[in-house]
């Protein structure tokens, strides 16, 4: 029988009724199945706070948010008939050497959060009489040493997966992490922010799954955030393509890294919504799916617009513009959107800590303005109308408009806020 892979995010599984609704879906499947589960509710921020206190030195402060992250767990454990210390037993040092960079500390903290919640869900299926195997991931995904992001070796990842799916017993429910791996060495490593996504599109890759499915907390992919704007619309089925280009403006519902998992091997990719298992949700893949028939837009927020110039009144786009990319590629600064004229180049990038070393770098060859506090918007499939609507009462810093598609940086305090 193939396996399917099942993917829960933190909201579905962020209290005790969560991890219920979760065994239901589980037991509802049948078959055999790839549980991945990322860390419950909003563990991930808290853990990351813990992470910036130690590293500022406040070690009470730190050790206070560990404790609130701790009973977290425990009074869900409890209201599931769970018994802390017997059932499970949880982190109890915090995994922090200050001898050891920031970025490293990070991923040995952080990658907690999955493995506590996968604890818990695999210990509950197995109270409720399902058989249930529960996999460390960072013993078996295996990834480079690039902290926070990390490269993932598919090869070796592949092999190991496989071999441990196969010494599976059948029918096999299997639970495991989002979001992390491991190192050769046997240190943790996180995949980026929202990457239990594409955990799950590997996992569908290397074991030829029938399916992967993602459990969200909306009806499916809708054609914009119904936190930021109203009367939104469900997208039915889409194209792989369509997907990776709504990912990358910014869209939220799907990691940027899933599909190519999936397409590289025809697997469809479900989105659906945990609160109501029987609907339809939304389906991605190659066949019988026709173009996105309505207007999408995505706003990608917390960006920064840099404009680069050539000191010597060079051709930017002719001479320079693999060493500016060569620097915001060694700066991990992500890009949203490129354009140039006969001698500037503007990138606009999410505005993270990368940012100040990497324009620093850029000055030293350019001369360099930036703005901050914008928002990005994409419009796909937009109209003339449409286009005026969006341009209403906002400052635009920078407007970019193909066929069907249009981009707008603005002023964020003209962005919607969410409801």
């Not at 992001?149 to 029918?171: F, H, L």
């Not at 890294?257 to 109501?276: A, H, M, S, W, Y």
Request: with cysteine.
């Amino acid at each position: 029988m193939e396996v399917k892979v099942y993917k829960f995010g933190g909201a579905s599984v962020k209290d005790a009724a969560g991890v219920r609704n979760l065994e239901s879906i589980v037991r509802a499947a049948g078959g055999d199945l790839m549980v991945v589960v990322s860390a419950m509710g909003k563990t991930t921020n808290a853990l990351e706070r813990v992470v910036e206190f130690l590293d500022a030195g406040k070690e009470e402060q730190a050790l206070d948010q560990w404790v609130d992250i701790i009973d977290y767990h425990v009074a869900v454990m409890k209201e599931l008939g769970l018994q802390p210390g017997s059932d499970i037993r949880l982190q109890g040092e915090i995994p922090f050497d200050p001898q050891l960079p920031l970025d490293e500390n990070y991923d040995q903290v952080v990658s907690l959060g999955e493995i506590m919640s996968t604890q818990i869900v695999a210990v509950y299926l197995l109270k409720q009489g399902l058989s249930v195997e529960w996999w460390n991931m960072p013993k078996l995904l295996r990834t480079d040493n690039t902290w926070r992001e990390a490269k993932v070796d598919n090869e070796t990842s592949a092999a190991t997966i496989r071999a441990g799916w196969e010494r599976a017993n059948r029918p096999s429910i299997v639970v495991t992490q989002g979001f992390i791996g491991g190192t050769a060495e046997g240190k943790r490593t996180t995949l980026g922010r929202e990457g239990s996504d594409y955990t799950a599109a590997l996992l569908g890759n290397y074991l030829d799954a029938e399916s992967v499915t993602i459990w969200k907390d909306v009806p499916g992919i809708l054609n914009a955030d119904p936190r930021l704007e109203p009367d939104t619309i469900l997208i039915p089925s889409l194209r792989y393509q369509d997907a990776v280009e709504l990912s990358y403006s910014g869209a939220q519902i799907i990691h940027p890294k899933t599909i190519r998992p999936l397409e590289n091997k025809q697997i469809p990719l479900f989105v659906k919504p945990f609160g109501d298992p029987g609907a339809a949700g939304s389906k991605i893949a190659a066949d019988g799916v026709g173009p996105i028939d309505v207007p999408v837009y995505i706003w990608r927020k917390n960006q920064l617009l840099i404009t680069m110039r050539a000191k010597d009144f060079a051709f930017v786009l002719e001479e320079s513009l693999s060493e500016i990319f060569e620097i915001i590629h060694r700066h991990r600064l992500k890009v949203a959107l490129i354009q140039s004229s006969a001698v500037t180049i503007s990138v606009c990038v999410d505005n993270t800590r990368f940012v100040p070393e990497a324009i620093e770098e850029l000055k030293q060859h350019f001369n360099v303005t930036y703005n901050d506090h914008l928002s990005l918007l994409t419009i796909r499939g937009t109209t003339p109308e449409i286009l005026e609507r969006a341009k209403a009462d906002r400052t635009i810093m920078l407007s970019q408009t193909t066929r069907r598609t249009a981009r707008l940086v603005v002023k964020e305090d003209s962005v919607p806020q969410a409801k």
